[in-house]
């Protein structure tokens, strides 16, 4: 069985600036979440792909956007970036919905926002 | 806005010892709680699922319930040094698969 992959593992980025990060789902699951790690807190619920439609969204604004592929795998891309973007993204993967699927988190890419 | 609530710690424990972390939460209608843990620099790592009232055990780990109160805990028994790690309580909200996060408990195991 293979585990949540996510592409790069770091980044470094201009204010301004367009990022997109990469994450391939755990074998099975058909469900992605992504979400946003700053320094010392938890993570912030950005927005989940079921079957390539955005399922739910947090309280990020337009300029976070993203996809799902027919395998699963998925996008996050950031637009005209800013220094507070600078954090830990993750994703995390899942099957089905409803309430009791549990979600499994790949590495994390490490944006920098200079 | 719905809430997840831990204490930040950092919370030390001496090795062999219980660690007794908690967790509050706002939503009543939340039905499924989750246990991470986080090491320094790493992703999160899921180790406790729970969602019925009561306890749930898997090894060291128990997970508790109590929906009337709000509140889930995580106990860790015989505590370890590579237990030391920050740990995540997530709660899921709006009846589907948004999980909202806690900021985390530092948990420090003293060898």
């Known amino acids: 069985e293979t585990g949540v992959t996510q592409s790069p593992t770091h980044l470094i980025k201009t204010r301004g600036q367009q990022v997109t990060l990469r994450c391939s789902s755990q074998s099975g699951h058909n469900t992605v979440s992504w979400y946003q790690q700053a320094l010392g807190q938890g993570p912030q619920f950005i927005f989940q792909y079921y079957r390539e439609e955005e399922n739910g969204r947090g309280n990020f604004p337009p300029r976070f956007s993203g996809l799902q592929f027919p395998n699963y795998s998925s996008e996050l891309n950031v637009n005209a970036l800013e220094l507070d973007d600078s954090a830990l993204y993750l994703c995390?993967?899942?099957?089905?919905?409803?309430?009791?699927?549990?979600?499994?988190f790949g590495p994390g890419t490490r944006l920098t926002v200079l | 806005q719905k809430e997840v609530e831990q204490n930040s710690g950092p919370l030390s424990v001496p090795e062999g010892a219980i660690a007794s972390l908690n967790c509050t939460y706002s939503?009543?209608?939340?039905?499924?709680f989750f246990w991470y843990r986080q090491y320094s620099g790493k992703s999160p790592e899921l180790i406790m699922s729970i969602y019925s009232n009561g306890d749930k055990e898997d090894g060291r780990f128990t997970a508790q319930l109590n929906k009337a109160s709000q509140y889930v805990s995580l106990l860790i028994r015989d505590s370890q040094p590579s237990d030391s790690a920050t740990y995540l309580c997530a709660v899921n909200v709006n009846r589907d698969d948004k999980i909202i996060f806690g900021k985390g408990t530092r948990l420090h195991i003293l060898p």
């Open positions: 939503d009543r209608g939340s039905q499924s």
């Open positions: 995390a993967s899942s099957f089905a919905r409803g309430n009791y699927n549990e979600q499994f």
